[in-house]
């Protein structure tokens, strides 16, 4: 990972959405490169448990982990049910985004919500019940209007909810619930050495 925030290494160490990690500023703004190789193949779980003993031991990472009450976006099946495709291809499932897209093959609906976690800025909580893998496909381009543009912080949320309620038989909605956060209580401003 390159020119990455520490926030990022924490989120994706602890397998979380960026807006639940809860930390100092200067963790969102300091950038850093890490290059690591592991001893043998490992899979994506041990890769995650080797970030969360470097962070702890490099940069001296001490969370605690807490419920609280936030607002979020919960993503629910649409009355009509879902449009996602179903599959049971095995392999790897491949995740892409391009400019207010975003395609999978093989993919759960996880990678979906933290992106738009990211791009809302919020939580958003999976409450489909949808647990398989599917490929599906979700352009927002086409929601984007000039009233979007002008007023994109009322719009935008609008736009985002009609792309997945018309492409994927997902309901977007705002609520209020009691989530699990990551607060960080310490953290070194710069790595120990190698």
């Known amino acids: 990972m390159r020119a990455t925030p ?3 290494y924490v989120r994706w160490a602890y397998d979380t959405q960026l807006s639940q990690v809860i930390a100092p ?4 703004e ?29 940069f001296k990472l001490v969370l605690r982990s ?32 391009g400019t207010l897209t975003a395609t999978a093959s093989g993919a759960t609906l996880a990678p979906l919500l933290e992106i738009l976690s990211g791009f ?3 939580p958003v909580v999976d409450r489909t019940g949808l647990n398989g893998k599917y490929n599906y496909t ?3 381009n ?15 949320p609008v736009a985002v909810a009609q792309a997945l ?3 994927l038989g997902l309901k977007m909605s705002p609520t209020k619930s009691s989530i699990e956060v990551l607060v960080v209580e310490h953290m070194e401003k710069q790595p120990t050495e190698n």
């Open 6 to 8: 520490l926030v990022e």
């Open 25 to 28: 500023s200067w963790v969102s």
């Open 30 to 58: 300091a950038r850093f490169d890490i290059t690591a190789t592991a001893g043998s193949p490992a899979t994506e779980a041990e890769m995650r448990r080797m970030m969360q003993t470097l962070l702890a031991e490099r």
């Open 66 to 97: 807490e419920r609280r009450e936030l607002p979020v976006l919960e993503i629910t099946e649409s009355k009509h049910g879902h449009k996602l495709q179903p599959t049971d291809v095995e392999g790897s499932p491949n995740f892409r985004m």
């Open 120 to 122: 809302m800025k919020m």
């Open 138 to 140: 979700v352009d927002i």
């Open 142 to 156: 086409s929601f984007i209007t000039d009233e979007v543009r002008r007023n994109a912080e009322v719009e935008l």
């Open 165 to 167: 309620q018309e492409q």
